[in-house]
């Protein structure tokens, strides 16, 4: 999307050049424009009036929908994001019609058709696909301006299912979906986020749901599509049962199973690879970091992978693609991976509704033996399998053994030889992923703080640091470590800036520098305040209680550690410090302590976050947290 909206500068539509047209403005616009807005909508950037799905199922699979919406702007923000229509198409997916009409604020009318569209391709990431897309803008679509468009499109889904989202960011005074089905055939519906809706028509079947409230953006909230009200739907031929788990993982497998056979390049180069040392972490260590991510997606190929030959031959593929070279190449050493599907997004994945829209992402699943498997936080066990390490080759920052943060605490689906199941992703203890922050420093009479710190990073702490390093130049890396104390010191500045193992993903991230903070103390009267928390911000954001709506996302579960010495002159005296610190909870574990020995001030601390998410009914807990290591981290000691 990001891809189109950027070629929507390429081209400008003047309002005046569509004046002249006589626009045939249809009746369900104006049926969809009420007199006046209900409350739901106060305080919104924009309302949609209508979105109408009309669902036609053929008794060949083949789906043709046509949708319609209609769209009031009631702000700037809203302009911005609701200015264009825009419909996606590919060689699965034929686009029949597409066209857009808008009432400008004064109330003319307006119409632009398909030949008026920009098209462009509707990925912003190294990828090829057949998947396009169609851009439309507005010729008036101004604040208290209506836009509308509607298309028709025939899709050839792979699977017969489809989906419903009725809710948005914005309010939703109508949605309404429209089922019709060949004669014998039966549907399921799983609703998400809302109470179940009956249809208020069964010949065609039709649900609607009116007055739907925005969901709210709030800090660190989980994804929105997550929370949105939504509906799955299944079609059902004769004598069909009502989809599963295992049936998507059947499918996948099926689809699968040809890609997997070895070639003799393949098979000499895991020899040479297995020749000495570990064998699965060599074989793990090639698909994550020898085979370049790069995603060739056309039709099935959206969920096919390519031959592991051919993956191996290009060294390129994408993320099911490494999974399939990884399973050919472990199959050869005779250990039988297997597939798991999942999804990037914490919640995504509904456990009531199977569905391979559910998911984005393929990684492996690696069997271990016990003494294998031992350390290994990404490991799960198997009631029937035994001890399985889930492995993602696609990320090759993270090391052996764990899984990325995005990764942690999700469902996955487990692609077995006779189906499969959903299994819980582990989320890895906090203390795997720790900061150890040490610093020697000296305070002199100028009240300049100055010295070196070093910075230990594990886990997916290094993890995403490393993803982020490595694609940087080295005076990028310099201004990404002064970026981070922005925050915490009002000047400063750092020389000596070091890293090691940025390429080496099996050890930990180090990273030390000289900091040198000019009027690090500040006098008072007679006396001299010095913050002991030098650096690291550990207190979060502390939401609103009496207007929050949902649950909270953490960092994830991690432990940092600050060791901070600033060295004084002689001739400075110690008044008082600042009280210690002992905070424990389900949710967070915080210690800090101070003291003054030999002329040197010493700032220890310990600072331990247990989940991914807090529920909403958990957050006055986690917010009082907050408030107490932020007084800490914000009190001084007091010197004379």
């Known amino acids: 999307m990001r891809r189109a909206l950027v070629l929507l500068a390429l081209f400008a539509f003047s309002s005046a050049a569509y004046a002249a047209r006589k626009p045939e403005l249809p009746q369900w616009i104006r049926a969809s424009i009420p007199l006046e807005l209900p409350a739901v909508t ?107 468009y509607e298309y028709t499109r025939l899709d050839r889904p792979f699977i017969l299912e489809s989906g419903w989202m009725f809710q948005e960011e914005i309010p939703v005074l109508r949605s309404r979906l429209e089922l019709t089905l060949p004669a014998g055939w039966t549907y399921t519906a799983r609703w998400r986020n809302h109470a179940e809706v009956a249809p208020i028509q069964t010949a065609p079947l039709i649900w609607e749901v009116t007055n739907l409230p925005g969901v709210a953006a709030e800090p660190r909230m989980p994804a929105k599509y997550t929370l949105a009200g939504q509906a799955g739907l299944h079609f059902l031929p004769p004598g069909t049962a009502e989809r599963k788990w295992s049936d998507i993982a059947r499918w996948f497998a099926d689809l699968a199973s040809s890609r997997t056979i070895p070639t003799p390049q393949l098979q000499a180069k895991v020899k040479e690879l297995t020749a000495s040392g570990d064998a699965l972490r060599k074989l793990a260590r090639f698909a994550q ?57 914490r919640g995504a994945v509904d456990p009531t509704y199977a569905s391979i829209g559910s998911f984005n992402h393929v990684i492996s699943a690696i069997p271990l033996t016990a003494e294998q498997a031992k350390g290994l936080p990404a490991v ?61 420093l000296q305070l002199d009479d100028k009240g300049t703080l100055s010295g070196s710190i070093e910075e230990v990073r594990t886990g997916t702490l290094a993890a995403e640091m ?135 001030l010493r700032y220890q601390r310990r600072y331990a976050l247990n989940a991914f998410s807090v529920s909403k009914e958990s957050l006055p807990e986690l917010t009082k947290s907050f408030a107490k290591i932020m007084a800490d981290e914000r009190a001084s000691a007091v010197f004379k």
């Open 42 to 148: 106060k305080d919104a950037k924009a309302v949609v009036l209508l979105d109408h799905n009309l669902m036609h199922v053929r008794p060949s699979g083949e789906i043709e929908t046509t949708y319609r919406r209609v769209v009031k702007i009631l702000t700037s923000a809203g302009r911005e994001e609701n200015g264009y229509a825009a419909v996606s198409f590919s060689n699965q997916n034929m686009l029949k019609s597409f066209k857009a009409w808008s009432i400008d604020a004064k109330g003319n009318e307006y119409e632009v058709k398909e030949r008026d569209a920009v098209e462009t391709s509707s990925f912003d990431f190294e990828l090829y696909s057949d998947v396009r897309m169609k851009v439309m803008r507005y010729p008036a679509a101004d604040v208290g301006s209506v836009v509308a």
């Open 466 to 600: 490393r993803y982020s390093l490595q694609s940087m130049s080295s005076s990028e890396r310099v201004r990404s470590i002064e970026s981070g104390l922005a925050s915490h010191l009002a000047s400063y500045s750092v020389s000596d800036v070091a890293f090691e193992h940025i390429d080496e993903p099996e050890h930990d991230l180090v990273v030390r520098y000289r900091l040198n903070a000019p009027n690090y103390a500040r006098r008072v009267a007679d006396m001299l305040l010095v913050r002991p928390r030098v650096l690291g911000q550990k207190a979060e954001r502390i939401v609103d209680l009496a207007t929050r709506k949902y649950g909270y996302v953490t960092e994830g579960p991690s432990v940092h550690t600050d060791d901070i010495e600033i060295a004084f002159a002689p001739a400075i005296q110690l008044d008082e410090l600042p009280a210690n610190v002992d905070l424990k909870t389900a949710l967070v574990q915080y210690t800090a302590a101070s003291k003054f020995e030999n002329q040197t």
């Open 289 to 345: 970091r020898d085979v370049r991510y790069v995603a060739v997606e056309i039709g099935i190929g959206g969920y096919q992978p390519h031959a592991a030959g051919e993956v191996f031959t290009n060294r390129y593929g994408d993320c099911k693609d490494k999974a399939a070279l990884l399973r050919t190449m472990l199959k050869e050493v005779g250990v039988d991976a297997l597939f798991v599907i999942v999804h990037t997004t």
């Open 380 to 440: 799960v066990d198997h009631p029937k399998l035994g001890k399985l390490l889930l492995f993602d080759p696609t990320s090759t920052t993270t090391p052996f053994g764990l899984l990325p943060s995005y990764l942690q605490g999700s469902k996955g689906l487990l692609v077995t030889n006779d189906g499969g199941e959903l299994i819980d992703m582990p989320a890895h203890a906090a203390d795997t992923n720790q900061l150890r922050r040490t610093a020697k």
